[in-house]
């Protein structure tokens, strides 16, 4: 194959996990059939590197037909049902390690494995006080925010923001997830974190997966584990959208 037609990540060589549990996600996300993701090639380690070859995507200029197009196919993708919540494997959202032990319970799942594993995360990165205090608090009202809600375990890409799709050959691409199955409303609170979807994808999203009753604050929920994560990478100038996002949820 053309050099031209690859393309690679490389990372240290402890990064090979990371690439291998990248490669598995997309082969889960080709499996369903629901929207194009990129072909992985090889997956390994070549002189000291840790790398991860797959299908160079030329991307495109999105339209509003793309976006439909998006849309419909990520309500599709959704679609598509384990028995439980978490996946046969760990993997990282952006390079944090991410937990997916199968589980019977959402919110308990939820809970454990995003929640308190990001909030414990942060303690150690010297964000303890209000945040602690809140996520403690948050943590024991879990269960009201899922009172007469009992999601399916979905399909999820688990990291899609406005970069992490596009359009190649005409048609949607997504691409860097970290795939695992839960609640479909997750990925889109992603959505809606950092921008990068318009109307259009709502719009046939929801034509075919109207979002549930109650809603409002589970998708403040969501975005929180993103927000802490970031928090946890990037540093305090997360702090005041994740303790914003808190107060809102416990009072």
Do not use: C
Request: overall charge negative; cysteine-free.
């Amino acid at each position: 194959m053309a050099a031209e037609q690859v393309f690679e990540k490389t990372g240290p060589e402890p990064a090979l996990d990371m690439f291998e549990a990248e490669a598995e996600g997309l082969a889960e996300l080709r499996k369903a059939g629901a929207v194009r993701v990129p072909e992985v090639f090889d997956v390994g380690v070549r002189n000291g590197l840790a790398f991860i070859a797959m299908e160079r995507l030329v991307l495109e200029p999105a339209n509003t037909a793309h976006a439909e197009r998006l849309g419909r196919a990520l309500a599709d993708l959704h679609a598509v049902t384990a028995e439980r919540h978490g996946w046969h494997r760990d993997n990282t959202i952006g390079p944090t390690p991410q937990h997916n032990p199968w589980t019977e319970d959402w919110p308990a799942f939820f809970r454990e494995h995003r929640l308190r594993f990001q909030l414990e995360l942060a303690a150690s990165n010297g964000y303890a006080g209000e945040l602690v205090a809140l996520g403690d608090t948050l943590m024991r009202r879990l269960p009201a925010l899922f009172e007469d809600y009992a999601p399916a375990a979905s399909l999820l890409h688990g990291d899609l923001w406005g970069g992490n799709w596009g359009v190649a050959d005409g048609e949607p691409v997504i691409f860097d997830p970290a795939v695992y199955y839960g609640d479909s409303e997750s990925d889109i609170a992603m959505t809606r974190l950092f921008g990068g979807f318009g109307r259009a994808f709502y719009d046939a999203y929801f034509a075919r997966r109207p979002l549930d009753d109650g809603s409002a604050a589970r998708l403040d929920l969501y975005q929180l584990y993103h927000v802490l994560n970031h928090l946890n990478l990037f540093g305090s100038g997360y702090l005041g959208q994740a303790l914003s996002l808190m107060r809102s949820l416990t009072r």
